[in-house]
């Protein structure tokens, strides 16, 4: 009775003074990470399969999104020119995902801090809920433009590479829409249709074929095995692991950058000779590696699509105070015709 009663005082005594530390003392503030290896950290088979036409010249086991069935286009005005139409898979963002405000992840780490408060995240412990378990937690992003293939030149004068210096496009910490549902709202009005049950368990099926195959892009909705799509925010109300809910988050920056047409489409026959607008994500534009805490290189699951189960081993790995911080790069899906 005695040992019972000085345990009882001891957690008494540890959960005052947790409420008696400032929210900043108790949230967890070191950022970790490492900056990105362009050798070692990519997984290079990623780029494949390359096709012409409707042909695959260099074939993968990796699932592969239509391609125009002609091996010939034509493109310009007034006069158009003949070329080639050409399919494969390019690295062209970089993503740091956490739940502490000004964490680049894929910078080594590093905490940029502006100084003021503003864009707090966390990881809710479980609570009941209704009776079940349940976690919540807040995620922000930070885009990186990141065209790789195109910095190492490993094809001179190859116009179809994404041509850019590298550069810090987007931090969500100053976006009050990825702060709040309610302002998100204005960018996805239409989630309200999709607040159902019936709506939510189609979802069930964008995770099947997200994780055999590609995702269902007429399932918009649905992130597939990571959860729904809406709020296009950072917001997660069910987090089940660091990797299901930074991809979940991810999964919505995306959707969220096609809905403010700042990213477009590259896919298909519409992107052979321009990129296109694209208001309502396409998910099979993009797979998804892991490059921080540990670079998933190989393996199918190594570049996954959006909404595949991040059950497999190599589909990405977290661990506890060193791996919680999570760093993406992000392939696109290009057609193009090769002039």
């Not at 005082?9 to 362009?38: D, E, H, R, Y």
């Not at 807040?138 to 590479?161: G, N, Q, R, S, T």
């Not at 190989?298 to 977290?318: E, F, L, T, W, Y």
Request: proline share 9%.
């Amino acid at each position: 009775m005695r040992a019972l009663r000085a345990s009882l005082v001891a957690a008494i005594v540890a959960l005052a003074a947790m409420v008696a530390l400032p929210a900043a003392a108790q949230a967890p503030t070191k950022c970790t990470g490492k900056f990105v290896n362009p050798i070692t950290d990519v997984c290079w088979s990623c780029l494949f399969p390359m096709s012409v036409g409707g042909l695959n010249i260099w074939p993968s086991g990796r699932p592969d999104t239509p391609n125009p069935g002609l091996p010939v286009c034509a493109c310009g005005a007034p006069v158009p020119r003949i070329g080639i139409a050409a399919g494969f898979w390019e690295p062209v963002r970089l993503a740091d995902v956490s739940t502490k405000p000004w964490c680049f992840v894929n910078l080594g780490g590093a905490k940029i801090s502006p100084g003021f408060d503003i864009g707090n995240g966390e990881v809710s412990a479980q609570g009941q809920v209704g009776g079940t378990q349940q976690s919540t937690s807040k995620w922000h992003v930070h885009w990186y433009v990141y065209p790789l293939l195109y910095w190492m030149e490993i094809l001179a004068d190859f116009a179809c590479f994404e041509q850019a210096s590298f550069d810090i496009a987007y931090i969500t910490e100053v976006d009050p829409l990825w702060q709040d549902d309610t302002l998100t709202a204005l960018i996805n009005p239409e989630a309200v249709v999709f607040s159902n049950p019936v709506a939510q368990a189609a979802c069930a099926g964008d995770c099947i074929a997200a994780t055999a195959r590609l995702p269902l892009d007429a399932a918009f909705w649905c992130a597939g095995c990571q959860g729904p799509m809406y709020p296009m925010n950072g917001n997660v109300a069910s987090h089940v692991g660091h990797v299901q809910a930074s991809r979940l988050a991810l999964s919505r920056f995306a959707f969220k950058m096609h809905r403010e047409g700042l990213a477009w489409g590259t896919m298909g026959a519409p992107g052979l000779c321009n990129k296109y607008p694209m208001p309502m994500l396409r998910k099979q534009q993009y797979r998804i590696q892991m490059t921080n805490p540990i670079p998933t290189v190989s393996g199918k699951a190594a570049c996954s699509p959006i909404g595949a189960s991040d059950m497999p081993p190599q589909a990405g790995r977290s661990f506890p105070v060193k791996g919680e911080d999570m760093g993406y790069l992000i392939w696109r899906k290009r057609n193009c015709c090769v002039l």
